[in-house]
C-alpha cells in the first residue's frame, strides 16, 4: 500500500499523497454509515436492495466528507462496457443529479469542472482514478473483467486526453486481488478472446493455473498492464483486496464490501462501496 493512507476520519477513506493537492479523492470502504445488516454501514449503492434514503444519507456522509457542495457528485449507470462520457452531460445548471435510470449507461466519467465528483461504485470490480499532472482534468471508471477486457480503461483515459490531459496519473483502489480471485476456463478464453490484441500475451499472463479448469486471476495486473500500454506511467496500487476480510479470517471487522464474499457466505445481497475524485481548481 506504497503511498496511499487512510484518513482517520468520521467516514475513513484511502487517498494518496501525491495527488492531493491537484484532486480530493477517497476510496471508501464499509465504515462511517447509517445502514446495517448485510450493508453496515457505508453502502453507497441505489442498486442494492437496500432502503433508499440510507444509501442517500451515506453519499451525503461521503460528500461531506470531501467538502464537496450538495449536488456535486456526478454518477453513472454501470454496465460492465467501455462507454466513458464527460460528466457536465448528465447535470443541469443546479447541478442536480437526475434518477438513477435516467443516468447514462456508462463505465467512466471525464471532467474539468472543479469540485465537481466522479463517483464509481463497486464490490470487488476495481475502482480506478485519474488526475492529470496540472489537476486539470480527471477521470475515474468502473473496471471490472468484462469491463477491462471490453476497454474501458482506454476509452476513459482517451476521453481524458480529448480533454487536454497531460500526464496522468492512475490510483488503482481496493479490488478483489489475486489469491482471491478463482474464476473457470470460460471465463478466461472469454477475455483472452475481447482484450486488445496488442497485450493478449501480457493478460495471458496474468491467469495462474489452480487445479483443473481454474485459474487465479489477476485483475488489477490486468488493468496495470492497460494503462502502461496507453502510455499512462504514473500508476499507484494501494494493493488491498476486498475479499477476505471477514469469511477468510473469522473476523466479525469487514474493511470492503464483496459480492464474492457474500454469494460465498450466502447472504443475499452485498452493499457497494464508493470511489470519489473532484479536482480541486
Not at 30 to 42: D, E, N, P, Q, R
Not at 117 to 140: E, F, K, S, W
Amino acid at each position: 500500500m506504497t503511498g496511499f493512507t487512510h484518513a482517520a476520519t468520521a467516514v475513513p477513506y484511502l487517498h494518496h499523497a501525491a495527488t492531493k493537492a491537484r484532486a480530493r479523492h477517497g476510496f471508501f470502504g464499509t465504515a462511517g454509515g447509517v445502514s446495517s445488516g448485510v450493508y453496515a454501514s457505508l453502502n453507497c449503492g441505489f442498486g442494492s436492495d437496500d432502503d433508499t434514503a440510507l444509501v442517500a444519507q451515506n453519499r451525503d456522509l461521503v460528500r461531506a466528507e470531501l467538502d464537496l457542495a450538495p449536488g456535486r457528485m456526478a454518477a453513472v449507470f454501470q454496465v460492465h462496457g467501455r462507454k466513458a462520457v464527460i460528466a457536465d452531460e448528465m447535470f443541469d445548471r443546479a447541478g442536480a443529479l437526475p434518477e438513477r435510470d435516467q443516468l447514462p449507461r456508462a463505465d467512466g466519467l471525464v471532467t474539468t469542472t472543479p469540485g465537481l465528483g466522479l463517483t464509481i461504485l463497486t464490490a470487488d470490480c476495481l475502482p480506478l482514478l485519474l488526475v492529470d499532472d496540472r489537476g486539470a482534468v480527471a477521470g475515474a471508471c468502473h473496471a471490472g473483467w468484462r469491463g477491462a477486457a471490453a476497454g474501458i480503461v482506454e476509452a476513459t483515459v482517451e476521453l481524458m486526453r480529448d480533454q487536454g490531459a497531460g500526464r496522468i496519473t492512475a490510483m488503482v483502489g481496493p479490488t478483489i486481488q489475486q489469491p482471491s480471485y478463482q474464476v473457470g476456463v470460460e471465463m478466461r478464453t472469454e477475455l483472452l478472446d475481447s482484450v486488445s490484441p496488442s497485450i493478449r500475451d501480457l493478460a495471458d499472463r496474468c491467469f495462474r493455473a489452480d487445479g483443473d479448469q481454474h485459474y487465479r486471476f489477476d485483475l488489477p495486473g490486468l488493468v496495470c498492464h492497460q494503462l502502461a500500454a496507453a502510455n499512462v506511467e504514473d500508476i499507484l496500487n494501494c494493493g488491498v483486496d476486498t475479499y477476505p476480510a471477514d469469511l477468510a479470517t473469522g473476523s466479525d471487522s469487514v474493511t470492503y464490501f464483496s459480492h464474492r464474499r457474500a454469494t460465498h457466505a450466502g447472504d443475499a445481497d452485498s452493499g457497494r462501496q464508493i470511489a470519489v475524485i473532484a479536482l480541486t481548481g
